[in-house]
């Protein structure tokens, strides 16, 4: 290897992946924490000394994953590099491509070049596709790879996850959209990675709603119950018994008679309709906010609902049971009550947590990251930071990168976040991870799990309102996550059969 700065560590995983990546595309499945990065990188100094005259293009999901790998590859090899992303112009965007050997992007970006003319990748000699697990469907991944294998004179791709996905289907996809002729997997027990995970211990910490939770619970359920019968008797879902009838299902309806109003329908059953799914969904939406989050976010949003002007909050908010939900939620919060998960968690930092100690808080919603970042203020050596997504009234890219350096510092010692931290960005140092309610993806689970402990043993701790969709969607993930850990096993036990045609055909 010639374009090291310094000798990296010799791992014999890392090895044997690197030399079955030479060989044709390839599907990397590495827990996070175990370098695939470096992996990339022994791959980047490959093709470069046997192509010298070529390039090569590094893909990440957001910009502030692709300006972290940038800054790791500059410590690591030495080489001319450059990221190209929208805040440049296109022109000087087509001078980075001229001139760097090693570029990193988004897809987007890359994309957005690409219909514009503004990339040719006759002279590229690898692709580097990070979170692979997203190259489906009408992602930006799925369209360069397939350019990028039909205009590179000597195409070679790369593809880097923690976690592929917990459906054959959707495997099976990936594996075609990347060309994949190779799938090296590596999982925590296997022998030549076990001397390289650390210990996370996990804990299950139960709570109960307490009684006037309960009643409120109960109050939105008949109010759900009305709208679904409401909704029978304008004729949609009437064979369907109401015990059945869930949030997939209204969710499901609504797409349909939206399908139905664009194709130009316009009938009074049609429009109803819409009308009582939305109002459904708003409530299953403030259920969840109750049950599962804190009282403070559940009021929020219903008095978001009474200042709405759509219909569908106007007939909301008139309702007299909503109305006396609302006040009876006011009430609570004015005598102090909150979600016991509150408490909880407030216990955990004061029994687990010190100054030595880094942590992140994962929450769903931006007003459930508000709630714990005041709730954790007022603990003493705790020193949180909100982490959040762009979108409206959200942190900037600039902004999250500039946290994300304060955090490692110490300046902030908690991350209270949503899951813009949980996929693919280096956070260093973190001790304990606090999931503040439970998430149905086996993907996010593990993305969520790969923040800790990546340099020393961590803690996860993962808090389950009794009776309540916490339960169900942690077995779920759960289930999810053993179908997956089997799909790979099979992988592993027939990568013969995967090599003769790149695709996954056995197992499907």
């Known amino acids: 290897m010639t374009l090291f ?12 992946i690197f030399e079955t990546a030479k060989t044709g595309n390839t599907l990397v499945v590495l827990p996070t924490g175990l370098g695939k990065t470096i992996i990339s990188a022994m791959l980047v100094d490959y093709r470069l000394e046997k192509y010298p005259s070529s390039k090569i293009l590094f893909l990440a999901p957001t910009k502030p994953l692709a300006n972290q790998h940038y800054k790791t590859f500059s410590s690591l090899l030495a080489v001319k590099l450059g990221v190209a992303s929208g805040s440049v112009s296109s022109t000087e ?23 514009k003319k503004t990339i040719d990748f006759s ?46 289907e959707k495997i099976k996809t990936i594996c075609s959209n990347l060309q994949i002729s190779n799938v090296e997997i590596r999982s925590d027990d296997d022998p030549d990675v076990i001397p390289y995970i650390q210990k996370k ?35 949609l879902l009437k064979n369907v018994q109401k015990s059945r009838i869930n949030r997939v299902t209204i969710l499901l309806l609504q797409k349909s008679l939206q399908r ?30 109750l049950s599962t989050q804190s009282l403070t976010a559940f009021l929020n949003f219903l008095e978001k609902i009474q200042k709405g002007k759509a219909k569908t909050d106007k007939e909301l908010s008139s309702s007299k049971r909503f109305i006396e939900i609302r006040e009876r939620t006011a009430e609570l919060l004015a005598k102090g009550m909150e979600h016991p998960k509150l408490k909880q968690l407030e216990l955990i930092f004061t029994k687990h947590f010190n100054d030595s100690k880094k942590a992140i808080v994962f929450a769903q919603y931006r007003d459930t990251v508000d709630v714990i970042y005041n709730s954790l203020s007022k603990i003493a050596g705790v020193r949180p930071i909100k982490f959040i997504g762009q979108g409206k009234g959200g942190l900037s890219q600039k902004e999250q990168i500039n946290i994300i350096r304060d955090f490692e510092s110490g300046t902030y010692n908690v991350l209270v976040s949503t899951s813009v931290s949980e996929e693919g960005m280096s956070i260093k140092g973190v001790d304990i991870a606090v999931f503040y309610e439970t998430i ?54 027939n990568p013969d059969t995967i090599k003769q045609d790149g695709t996954l055909h056995p197992f499907i």
């Open 123 to 168: 002279d590229f000699s690898l692709l580097i596709v990070d979170e692979a697990h997203h190259t489906i469907g009408n992602y930006s991944y799925v369209k360069i790879a397939k350019m990028y294998s039909e205009q590179s004179f000597h195409p070679l791709i790369l593809g880097l996850t923690a976690s592929p996905a917990s459906d054959r």
């Open 5 to 16: 700065k310094e000798k990296i560590e010799d791992r014999e995983y890392q090895s044997k």
């Open 440 to 493: 149905p993806s086996a993907i996010r689970n593990i993305q969520r799990r790969g923040r800790v402990g990546r340099f020393s043993a961590g803690s996860i701790f993962i808090l389950i309102t009794r009776g309540t969709n916490d339960e169900g969607y942690y077995w779920l993930s759960k289930k999810r996550e053993k179908t997956m850990k089997r799909i790979i096993k099979n992988i592993k036990e």
């Open 260 to 289: 139905q109003m664009l194709s130009g329908k316009r009938t009074y059953y049609l429009i109803r309709g819409i009308i009582l799914t939305s109002k459904l969904l708003k409530l299953y939406h403030a259920y969840n906010m």
């Open 201 to 235: 211990d996990i804990e299950e910490i139960k709570v109960d709603l307490p009684q006037e939770m309960l009643e409120l619970a109960n109050d939105l359920k008949l109010l759900i119950s009305e709208s679904i019968g409401e909704l029978q008797e304008t004729g």
């Open 93 to 115: 965007r087509g001078k980075i491509y001229g001139e760097a050997q090693l570029i990193f992007a988004t897809p987007q970006t890359i994309e957005n070049d690409m219909n």
